[in-house]
């Protein structure tokens, strides 16, 4: 059974560095990995969608990558901001019809002091 | 803007409570889905649906039901509530088909309190 894991479960940076979160998972055999960012006492917000065949994708100052054969995953942040204070998700998929097989890690909660 | 829309932000039950949650999605999705999120633990699946009646277990099904009459509409029921469930809900929708189609899209989430 696959199984996701984010360490560390919190982290705390001053504006402005540049950070890396991290995303592992037990089985290489997936189909996508999504990253995703809730804000407190909401849903989740899909940041980026990396496809198996690929290794990474970007977004503004966010940078996703996917190792699928040591099984991990990195969400790079640059200048990071009062606003990036969240908390991050993974979530990995085997089966590209449905999602029923989503499995997500149990986030890390980023706060960026101004 | 695509939206998936939770009724109630927070409720508070009583143990044996029957309870309703419901999900509405204006996107034409056919998956919706359930999820429970507690501290430490993740997003763990309860139920998800393809289609109009259609319904399968997800991963922790135990004491829920749901319901999906309307292709828009997918609710979550706890026929007799219990301390346990005392968690934030999550509903989600996508489309089935092409790779890109497949992103999830969440409601702002419910809070439910079980006393």
């Known amino acids: 059974k696959q199984e996701v894991t984010q360490i560390p479960a919190a982290l705390s940076v001053p504006e402005g560095e540049n950070l890396v979160l991290n995303c592992s998972f037990t089985?290489?055999?997936?189909?996508?990995l999504q990253w995703f960012r809730q804000d407190p006492g909401k849903g989740l917000t899909s940041l980026l969608l990396i496809q198996s065949s690929q290794r990474e994708q970007t977004s503004g100052r966010l940078n996703a990558s996917l190792d699928k054969s040591s099984g991990r995953s990195t969400l790079y942040i640059a200048a990071s901001q009062p606003g990036d204070s969240a908390t991050y998700l993974c979530a990995v998929r085997h089966r590209p019809r449905n999602n029923n097989d989503m499995r997500f890690g149990a986030g890390t909660r980023l706060t960026v002091k101004p | 803007d695509v939206k998936v829309t939770q009724s109630s932000r927070y409720l508070v039950k009583r143990t044996g409570e029957k309870v309703f949650l419901e999900c509405v999605q204006d996107m034409d999705h056919e998956n919706m889905f359930w999820y429970r999120q507690d501290p430490g633990l993740g997003l763990r699946l309860i139920y998800f649906?393809?289609?109009?009646?259609?319904?399968e277990k997800g991963d922790i099904p135990e004491g829920y039901s749901v319901s999906r009459e309307k292709k828009e509409r997918f609710s979550l029921i706890l026929e007799s509530a219990s301390t346990n469930q005392t968690s934030m809900y999550l509903c989600a929708s996508c489309q089935v088909g092409l790779a890109g189609a497949n992103v999830l899209t969440f409601g702002a989430g419910s809070r439910l309190t079980v006393l």
């Open positions: 089985d290489s055999a997936i189909y996508n």
């Open positions: 649906s393809y289609d109009v009646k259609m319904k």
